[in-house]
């Protein structure tokens, strides 16, 4: 009981550290190419903050859980193919959307 307990926060302790790093990163990035595309309004960070976490939900999901220290067989179980194809159809949608945005406001 108390093995598992402690796996789990392990677990979530790793999920918080590798979350927060790639978010932190691929918005980072992403701010640099929309700051040369358009004028970096600060709202627009809202957007890409959702987008990355539902891709890092996704790729969690799918990949990284199953590579962790906290093992249960009736949780750890993929995202089906439609909800995969439609978190990463949203996830880019509220990527692009400061571009959008930004186009819209030129206009």
Same mark, same amino acid.
């Given at each position: 009981?108390?093995?598992?307990? &402690? ?19 691929? *918005? ?11 004028? &970096? ?26 590579? *962790? &220290? ?10 089906? *193919? ?26």
């Amino acid at each position: 009981m108390m093995t598992k307990l &402690w796996s789990a926060s392990l677990e979530m302790v790793r999920m918080m550290i590798m979350m927060f790093i790639v978010v932190a990163l691929l *918005g980072e990035v992403e701010q640099r190419i929309i700051s040369t595309l358009t004028q &970096w309004q600060d709202y627009y960070g809202l957007f890409l903050l959702a987008g990355n976490l539902l891709l890092f939900f996704v790729v969690y999901r799918n990949k990284l859980q199953f590579h *962790g &220290w906290y093992r249960s067989s009736e949780t750890q179980r993929k995202l089906s *193919g439609k909800v995969t194809r439609g978190c990463i159809t949203v996830a880019i949608v509220l990527i692009l959307t400061p571009v959008v945005l930004s186009g819209i406001r030129t206009v």
